[in-house]
């Protein structure tokens, strides 16, 4: 059973799903693949201690704080490739970026390959399904672009400010499915 509540951001209204005791979702409102991991039914609840805990754990980013990731139970629910991905970017630091060829590279080290597709790689960063606490918004393209966020570009611009990135370095696609 899976468990949804929702709370409101500066980025726009979020749904948290659970599990009642790790997190396996939070999407922000108009999000591309709103909720597609969640293999059930989910049960409006919104008194549940894990969600004052994730809520808690937003309103401190939020407010310029820079709460650990580790503070909460995680669960996303993906396949090993996915999760590799998604467990390097638990590791990109607060107020950093890094591109998808460099996660690309990661991932092809870890598995004993000598390369890995980019393109693999920003599949499973957009269908992160525990937006802003794995921090899918610190990934960028190879040459500073601001692309392949599933909440959007604008969205992406607000926390990467939020977190003090520089992006004068950085730029806006002008298409692509990420805007």
């Known amino acids: 059973m899976f468990y949804v509540t929702t709370c409101a951001?500066?980025?726009?209204?979020?749904?948290?799903?659970?599990?009642g005791e790790n997190l396996a979702g939070l999407w922000i409102q108009g999000q591309k693949y709103f909720g597609g991991t969640i293999p059930d039914v989910m049960t409006k609840k919104d008194d549940l201690p894990?969600?004052?805990?994730?809520?808690?754990?937003?309103?401190?980013?939020?407010?310029?704080?820079?709460p650990e990731i580790a503070e909460l139970p995680l669960r996303p629910i993906g396949g090993a490739f996915r999760q590799s991905?998604?467990?390097?970017?638990c590791q990109i630091p607060y107020g950093e970026v890094i591109t998808y060829g460099e996660i690309?590279?990661?991932?092809?080290?870890?598995s004993g390959?000598?390369?890995?597709?980019?393109?693999?790689v920003g599949g499973a960063v957009g269908h992160n399904p525990i937006s802003i606490i794995i921090p899918?918004?610190?990934?960028?393209?190879?040459?500073?672009?601001l692309t392949g966020y599933a909440g959007g570009i604008a969205k992406k611009i607000k926390l990467l400010e939020l977190e003090g990135v520089d992006l004068s370095r950085l730029s806006v696609p002008a298409k692509g499915t990420a805007l």
């Not at 894990?50 to 820079?66: P, Q, T």
């Open 113 to 120: 390959r000598k390369t890995m597709s980019s393109q693999a």
């Open 9 to 19: 951001s500066p980025v726009g209204e979020l749904t948290l799903a659970c599990d």
């Open 104 to 110: 690309a590279k990661k991932i092809a080290e870890q």
């Open 85 to 89: 991905v998604w467990r390097i970017l």
């Open 136 to 145: 899918c918004h610190r990934v960028v393209g190879s040459g500073g672009s």
């Open 50 to 66: 894990l969600f004052h805990a994730v809520k808690n754990w937003l309103d401190r980013y939020f407010s310029g704080e820079k």
